[in-house]
């Protein structure tokens, strides 16, 4: 079953550092999102990509975060100077949005500890 | 979006269904109900999704009333390994840019 990978399972920083976190979407999926999940709280929406541009963003994604496609298989998403607060497990996420598929598949996630 | 509500939990036996509603009475034409489950320190993985009537697949039944202001999630036999956080969403992530809201989900306990 084709699934979404998460590099890395796991990363500590130290406050201020900078951080990516790579995902490999389902291969024929042409939309892309990244979700948090605080310890303990709900499973919150960061942001959405399609063709290339953002698509929606909650007010979780702030200046600090930034997303990218740096070639056709890869999404990354950046935290540029990371907070104690960003600590979370963070999941890629893709899908299709056809007429008929209006699922979104969910990778292992990363999950970030600042320290 | 659609509210949904759900059980914050329940408990369980092997061998026996669970079934699992959810409440959404605001829920709009063009909005389907998806369910997850999640594992603690996994992400959620994709149960089962319909938009009308009775959906059916290897692991779970859905059904819908015609109303549509409610679903139940059912487990046929659960076992210990279906111990996890099971979450009732509603909408259609085209019109939405993919923004699922998650609510608390319903944390199952299935014991032996």
């Known amino acids: 079953e084709p699934e979404v990978t998460q590099t890395p399972s796991h990363q500590v920083t130290q406050m201020g550092q900078e951080v990516i976190l790579r995902c490999v979407p389902i291969?024929?999926?042409?939309?892309f999102y990244w979700y948090r999940q605080i310890l303990g709280q709900k499973v919150e929406f960061l942001v959405s990509?399609?063709?290339?541009?953002?698509?929606?963003k909650s007010e979780i994604f702030d200046d600090q975060f930034s997303v990218e496609r740096p070639d056709g298989s890869n999404f990354t998403l950046k935290i540029r100077s990371t907070k104690l607060e960003d600590s979370a497990m963070y999941f890629c996420?893709?899908?299709?949005?056809?007429?008929?598929?209006?699922?979104?598949?969910f990778g292992e996630g990363s999950w970030l500890t600042v320290v | 979006l659609a509210k949904t509500t759900q059980p914050i939990s329940m408990d369980s036996y092997e061998g026996q269904e669970v079934n699992i509603t959810c409440s959404h009475n605001?829920?709009?034409?063009?909005?389907?109900i998806t369910w997850y489950q999640q594992f603690p320190s996994q992400g959620p993985r994709f149960i089962i999704q319909?938009?009308?009537t009775k959906v059916t697949n290897e692991v779970a039944s859905l059904f819908i009333p015609a109303d549509r202001k409610s679903s139940t999630l059912s487990l046929p036999r659960v076992s210990l390994s279906d111990t996890a956080v099971y979450y009732c969403?509603?909408?259609?992530?085209?019109?939405?840019?993919?923004?699922?809201?998650f609510g608390q989900g319903t944390e199952l306990s299935v014991k032996p």
């Open positions: 291969s024929n999926h042409l939309y």
């Open positions: 969403l509603v909408g259609d992530i085209r019109n939405q840019g993919g923004k699922l809201i």
């Open positions: 319909g938009y009308k």
């Open positions: 990509f399609y063709n290339n541009e953002i698509s929606e």
């Open positions: 605001n829920i709009a034409t063009n909005d389907y």
């Open positions: 996420a893709s899908s299709e949005l056809t007429l008929s598929g209006n699922t979104i598949y």
